[in-house]
Every structure is written in C-alpha cells, then in structure tokens.
C-alpha cells in the first residue's frame, strides 16, 4: 500500500500488536570543564645511559614547572616511556645514530584555565612534544540525561507524525525503549612537536553530547 522508503523508521505486525519501530536522537552542547594535555621530551644521544640521564632530568623539569602552576602530582602520570636505536642510511648502507628516549606525561587539569599555561611552562623547562591537548567534561551524566530527554521527546513526535501519514492511532507511551551507546565526542588540539610562543592561546570550543534510542510504539 505505501510504497517502501530508505532511511525510514520500520513498523510490523508483532504477533497480535501493531508495531512501530522509530529511533530517537537528542544533543546537548557544553563548555568543557577539564583538559588532557600529553608532553614529553624526547632525547637523542650515542650512549643509552646519557640519553637516559638527560631525558629524566628534563622531564623532572617539566613536571616541577607543572606543578609549581598548582597542578596535583596525581594529576600528572607517565604514559609512555621507551627506548629506540637510530639509524641512518648512507650510500644503502644502515649506520648507527644512537638512542632515543621518550618520555610523555598525561596531565589532567580540572581548571582549563591553566592549559595555556602549562603549555607555555613545560616547554620553557624542557619539554618539546606536546603530542595531544584534549578537552572533556569530568562529569557528562547530567548533560547525558538532558540529551536522554531530547532524544525520547524526538521518538515521541517521530511516532506521531508516522501515525498521523498512515492514519493510525499511535498508543503513548512506547512499550519499549533500548538506549544507544551515548556519545561526548572531546574536543581535540593537535599538534606533533610545539614551538614555544608567549602566551599559548588555547581554544577549548564546545562539546557536544548526543543521546539515541530506539522505541516501539503500539498502534491500532
């Protein structure tokens, strides 16, 4: 009788009931309230031992630069540390370099304020990668259960409209609700090797948080 549709919501007959399947979406922007920022230091040398020594007091300078900013030590873990010999390609042939360490600390910061700042010091006191600058919300579940909302208010005038087309009564409320995994996309600031400039400006933008549900409805 109705022609089929793509991308349209599916309604069936389920045994003895009427059936209307409809999805459901809801978003909330917000301000992120806390920041992610990845740095490190990255040493090269011919001897292991003193690339290993000049890396762990660089990053002992980093991390002192950090949390002089007030920053918590608990705030501040090593996420990556490794070792890697270097080589160079001369005339096809492959020739020892040396060793290089890296080193790179997650640091957490529940005042974005203090991102720049952080930045800014930590490559002062050494550090010369800043791998990633992430920004969140510590706490999303209110934000999630607004969008939650959103999305089951969506479903609702969803069904209606389809029951209003196909000239059916469509019975409120749905007889069944499956959340979607959510979604709080953070916001990123990339960057593969920092440049040290006065006053780092950092734009932390907004985040967005989307809920989906799908529902069925019964209609007669």
Do not use: C, W
Not at 91 to 114: A, M, S
């Amino acid at each position: 009788m109705y022609p089929k549709q793509p991308n349209r919501p599916a309604y069936r007959n389920d045994q003895t009931r009427n059936i209307l399947k409809v999805k459901g979406e809801g978003s909330v922007s917000s301000a992120p309230d806390q920041a992610n920022i990845t740095v490190g230091v990255i040493t090269e040398k011919t001897e292991v031992s003193a690339a290993q020594q000049e890396n762990a007091a660089a990053i002992s300078a980093v991390t002192d630069a950090i949390t002089a900013l007030g920053v918590p030590e608990e705030s501040i873990q090593t996420v990556e540390y490794r070792i890697d010999t270097q080589y160079d390609f001369v005339d096809g042939q492959q020739q020892f370099r040396g060793y290089r360490v890296t080193h790179q600390l997650r640091v957490t910061l529940d005042d974005i304020e203090l991102t720049g700042p952080v930045v800014d010091d930590a490559v002062a006191a050494g550090a010369n990668s800043i791998s990633s600058i992430q920004f969140s919300l510590a706490d999303p579940s209110a934000f999630y259960n607004e969008a939650l909302t959103l999305a089951l208010q969506d479903a609702g005038r969803k069904a209606e409209t389809i029951g209003e087309e196909l000239g059916v009564l469509v019975d409120t409320p749905p007889v069944s609700v499956r959340e979607i995994s959510p979604s709080t996309t953070p916001v990123p600031f990339q960057t593969a090797l920092y440049a040290s400039a006065e006053g780092t400006p950092i734009q932390p933008g907004t985040l967005t948080i989307l809920a989906v549900v799908e529902t069925e409805f019964t209609y007669n």
